[in-house]
């Protein structure tokens, strides 16, 4: 079945520190792949997607590269803003012919100044 | 453009009650998916709806339905709540065709 493991949180950051979430995925067929990001008190909004392999997707100076060979999507910032605090999901398609996501347990990232 | 509406924004309710929950998509967004956000759990999917149908559903127990409008807006059902249905219950929604959700900010359920 489609699974998604993110790394454990909390993670805590100084400010312009180089920040990685790692995600690891099982699933079968070609999914796509996303990172969501959830603000304190806010819904989840996406922040970059990819939907094969080697594919890059990039926002906001976040950065995540699809790779195939290790079934991985890690997430990247080189420089990290208190702003960036929240929590960060990975996601996956579901297989062919559904729309629904799997999404990892999340992981909150705290930047401080 | 008036986003993905959640209500009630909290709800408390007694074991063994029932609960609805209620959702107004983004405009012109026919799909609807609910997720459960329960504490360490991250978000496990819940069900799918397009066009007023069942598309998909997660691995919950039937005591969890629901249903989608002509209007597209859905509604969330629980029946005889536990104690472990307390979660922040998340709505989104898309085009058909898209994996562009768009959330609202959810409805906390409490179960006492």
């Known amino acids: 079945g489609n699974s998604v493991t993110q790394m454990e949180g909390p993670v805590t950051l100084s400010e312009e520190a180089f920040l990685t979430i790692n995600c690891t995925y099982t699933?079968?067929?070609?999914?796509?792949l996303f990172w969501y990001v959830q603000y304190p008190g806010e819904g989840l909004q996406l922040l970059l997607k990819a939907t094969k392999a080697d594919d890059k997707g990039s926002n906001k100076g976040f950065e995540a590269t699809y790779r195939k060979e290790t079934t991985s999507f890690h997430l990247e910032k080189g420089s990290v803003q208190v702003s960036d605090s929240a929590v960060y999901f990975c996601a996956l398609s579901g297989s062919s012919g559904a729309n629904n996501l799997f999404f990892g347990t999340g992981t909150r990232l705290t930047v401080i100044p | 453009e008036a986003g993905v509406t959640q209500s009630p924004t909290h709800l408390i309710k007694t074991r063994g009650q029932q609960a609805t929950l209620r959702c107004s998509p983004i405009?012109?967004?026919?799909?609807v998916y609910w997720y459960q956000q329960a504490l360490g759990l991250g978000l496990q999917f819940l069900l799918w709806?397009?066009?007023?149908?069942?598309?998909n559903r997660g691995n919950f127990p039937p005591r969890f339905s629901g249903r989608q409008f002509p209007n597209y807006s859905s509604e969330l059902n629980v029946n005889a709540l536990e104690l472990e249905d307390s979660a922040l219950y998340l709505c989104?929604?898309?085009?058909?065709?898209?994996?562009?959700?768009?959330f609202g900010s959810g409805t906390r359920l409490t179960v006492v």
């Open positions: 989104a929604s898309s085009l058909r065709t898209s994996y562009g959700y768009t």
């Open positions: 709806y397009d066009e007023g149908e069942e598309r």
């Open positions: 405009s012109g967004h026919t799909s």
């Open positions: 699933a079968t067929g070609y999914p796509s």
